[in-house]
């Protein structure tokens, strides 16, 4: 059984415009995968596609964007053999995160392997972007940007080495209802430089990027759930250099330059918050860091 890790995302800074004619609203965001994985194993069988999963409660049929990735590529190239897909859940559940995302572009790389199609990632990035508009950047990974309703993507300069730590708070955000809210909300937005933002990566200055950081969601969504301006305050307080909610939450990080003032920062929140403390990662799902 192969094992191929979806990379969890982070939103270095997220923008979001106007909702398109499809529905979808414009957005330009610089994302980072970073060292939390699911970890989906893929076995080859006879025919049929299966999902089991662990750590977590979902949809084992074709809710499931693990199990769409598998019969999307199967049924394009007609391959006729199936898949066994077994899904270890790490990434927290609506959380800012893209765990669906990756475990779906896990799946697409792996499959891609697993049936021999020889496909390179422009092609299954091209089939990412009908799954869902985070898993092109979940394939790709490392430091990029997402434009359009996020599915086109290109590369940044890496994020500095540093630490992160990942809080996520026992609320669940629904990505359209944070949507809704922003069209809606009198909540004064944050302004977003994303230009400012690509030049600090492109300097590799790690306080200019942590000066550039923002994301258009964190008003409206701090307004109905205040913890999340709760860990972001614990963080700086702790040493953090910058904090920031990621996608459309809820969860915080920290960037840190050390790894004692992260695991410090740990230790101050309450144990009722998931933590994590990661590495920027350099690759996308399916592949590990070279040493």
């Not at 199990?67 to 049924?75: G, H, K, T, Y």
């Not at 077994?86 to 927290?92: E, G």
């Amino acid at each position: 059984m192969s094992n191929f890790p979806g990379w969890a995302k982070l939103n270095l800074g997220l923008k979001v415009g106007g909702k398109r004619p499809d529905g979808y609203h414009s957005i330009i965001s610089v994302m980072q995968t970073v060292s939390l994985a699911d970890q989906v194993k893929l076995e080859l069988k006879k025919d049929g596609i299966s999902l089991e999963v662990t750590g977590a409660k979902l949809p084992t049929d074709d809710q499931n964007l693990a199990v769409q990735a598998a019969r999307l590529i199967q049924s394009r190239f007609q391959v006729s053999e199936g898949v066994h897909i077994r899904l270890i859940k790490n990434i927290p559940l609506a959380a800012g995160l893209a765990g669906g995302s990756a475990d779906a572009a896990a799946v697409l790389y792996g499959v891609n392997e697993l049936w021999n199609l020889g496909l390179g990632i422009k092609d299954l990035t091209q089939l990412a972007a009908e799954i869902g508009s985070d898993v092109p950047f979940a394939l790709c990974g490392g430091t990029g940007l997402a434009q359009g309703r996020g599915e086109i993507v290109s590369p940044l300069p890496s994020l500095p080495d540093c630490y992160l730590v990942l809080a996520c708070p026992p609320v669940a955000v629904s990505t359209p209802w944070a949507y809704n809210e922003l069209d809606r909300s009198s909540v004064k937005p944050q302004l977003v430089n994303i230009d400012k933002l690509i030049a600090a990566l492109k300097e590799k200055d790690l306080d200019e990027i942590a000066a550039a950081m923002a994301n258009s969601f964190e008003p409206v969504v701090v307004a109905h759930f205040p913890i999340i301006r709760d860990i972001k305050q614990a963080l700086l307080d702790s040493g953090a250099i910058a904090a920031l909610m990621s996608g459309s939450g809820p969860t915080v990080y920290g960037i840190f330059t050390s790894l004692n003032k992260a695991k410090h920062a740990v230790s101050t929140l309450n144990t009722d918050i998931i933590t994590h403390v990661a590495k920027p990662v350099p690759v996308g799902a399916g592949r590990l860091p070279k040493e």
